[in-house]
């Protein structure tokens, strides 16, 4: 008998950690996102308004890369990790992938993010700054789940790749990217402290 794995998601696993002056880099990072989330008025707001618990500049900063040096900093390493993430799914691209938006997520206990798609980009992803005991995982679904109609459910033991979700528990550092139309999420963070990432999108 031969199985064929036939349409595979492909999602790229890397971490800044390992570069020189990591830790001073994280640390300035952190306290870029706390800054901005003491400052930015405007995404406080849009956090009350949409019940997000905690901070987001999803709806009110879409420069910071310009705005802040450590943003800069960290678009120079997302773009070579775009790049090699292109490369590896043969993508034939006219041009490298451009950093479309880079967002700023601070999740406090027991806040999460529900399923969702990136419309409008190719490529969507997470850097983790702050990943404190308890901390949620991204939770990724598989995207056939509306059209397995009668399929039966898998061995608590399957493989990673045949369970309808799997959990990536990331660490400080992790960067994680995925096509765009994989539908993810945030569990509730069942951590004591806040829980600090930065999403992007590439067009």
């Known amino acids: ?35 901005l ?30 705005r802040m040096p450590e943003f800069a900093e960290l678009k120079r390493h997302l773009d070579r990790h ?41 490529l969507s992803g997470t850097v983790y700054v702050e990943v404190p005991d308890g901390a949620s995982a991204l939770k990724l679904e598989d995207p056939r789940l509306p059209m397995m109609m009668a399929r039966p459910g898998v061995q608590a033991d399957a493989p990673e790749a045949e369970r309808p979700f799997v959990y990536l528990a990331p660490q400080p550092g992790t960067v994680l990217m995925w096509e765009s139309w994989l539908r993810h999420e945030v569990p509730p963070n069942a951590a004591k402290a806040e829980r600090i990432s930065i999403s992007f999108n590439y067009a």
């Open 1 to 35: 008998m031969t199985l064929r794995p036939l349409f595979v998601t492909q999602v790229y696993e890397s971490t800044l950690a390992g570069s020189a002056g990591f830790e001073a880099f994280n640390a300035e990072l952190a306290d870029a996102c706390r800054m």
């Open 37 to 66: 989330a003491a400052e930015d008025q405007a995404g406080r707001l849009w956090c009350r308004e949409h019940g997000y618990r905690g901070y987001t500049s999803y709806g009110s900063l879409t420069d910071l890369p310009v």
């Open 82 to 122: 775009a790049i090699a993430y292109a490369k590896a799914l043969n993508f034939d691209l006219a041009r490298k992938p451009r950093l479309d938006n880079l967002w700023v997520n601070i999740l406090k206990p027991g806040g999460g993010h529900t399923g969702h798609i990136h419309p409008h980009a190719f």
